[in-house]
């Protein structure tokens, strides 16, 4: 079955504490992507990829880390989470750009 | 299930009465638009897209049009049914001279399906 895997779905942490959350798609897609959501703000993108080792901000990329070391897989980092990156978390991949995004189940972290 | 907006746009409708949910897009440059649906608890998921090129497409009880003069989008479903019932999203890609471009969504509209 194609999807997109995250892991964990839920987390509560305390602030300074590193955590990362994985991601992986079994679709050989090419681009990958990270948001992040929050009532009333919609989906807004924190990093893409397009390809191994390439990786690029998106819009709200501060605080955030991630990496692209395999296709498959692009974890987010967050090295040292605050509470205002208490959110809903998706990530999403797809063949190219301009090409329909497959979305996670998403990770709902939390920053105490 | 998890709260994906406050004071978004709503929609209520009886079973097996037509949709339409509109969407503003901001850029008069993008070219390729999706409409999403997102269940509680769930992450988006692709219902239908359109080029620029076109100004209607339609798919399984599913009609997207597109109207590039006042940069507006619409998502029509026929028959609604209780399972329906979500938040849609729309979102605009822009390809800016680049092989990936860049994707944003609007803020969604809850649709509520009555039996």
């Known amino acids: 079955e194609a999807q997109v895997t995250q892991n964990p779905r839920y987390l509560i942490t305390v602030t300074g504490k590193k955590l990362t959350v994985t991601c992986s798609q079994n679709?050989?897609?090419?681009?990958m992507s990270w948001y992040r959501q929050d009532p009333g703000l919609g989906l807004r993108q924190i990093y893409y990829?397009?390809?191994?080792?390439?990786?690029d901000k998106g819009d709200v990329p501060e605080g955030y880390k991630v990496s692209r070391k395999e296709k498959r897989n692009f974890p987010l980092i967050l090295e040292s989470p605050s509470p205002n990156q208490t959110s809903l978390y998706f990530c999403?991949?797809?063949?190219?750009?301009?090409?329909?995004?497959?979305f996670g189940d998403g990770t709902r972290l939390s920053i105490l | 299930g998890e709260s994906v907006g406050l004071h978004l746009p709503t929609l209520s409708v009886q079973e097996g009465d037509n949709s339409i949910i509109n969407c503003a897009y901001s850029?008069?440059?993008?070219?390729?638009f999706i409409w999403y649906k997102q269940e509680s608890g769930k992450g988006p998921q692709f219902i239908i897209d359109?080029?620029?090129?076109?100004d209607k497409r339609q798919g399984q009880r599913v009609t997207v049009l597109l109207n590039k003069t006042v940069k507006h989008l619409s998502l029509q479903i026929a028959a609604t049914q209780p399972g329906d019932s979500a938040v849609y999203f729309c979102a605009e890609w822009w390809a800016g001279g680049t092989s990936y471009g860049k994707l944003t969504f609007g803020q969604g509209t809850i649709l509520t399906v009555h039996p």
């Open positions: 999403a991949s797809s063949f190219s750009g301009g090409q329909p995004q497959h």
């Open positions: 850029n008069s440059a993008s070219d390729y």
């Open positions: 359109i080029r620029s090129n076109m």
């Open positions: 679709m050989n897609h090419e681009y």
């Open positions: 990829s397009m390809n191994v080792e390439v990786t």
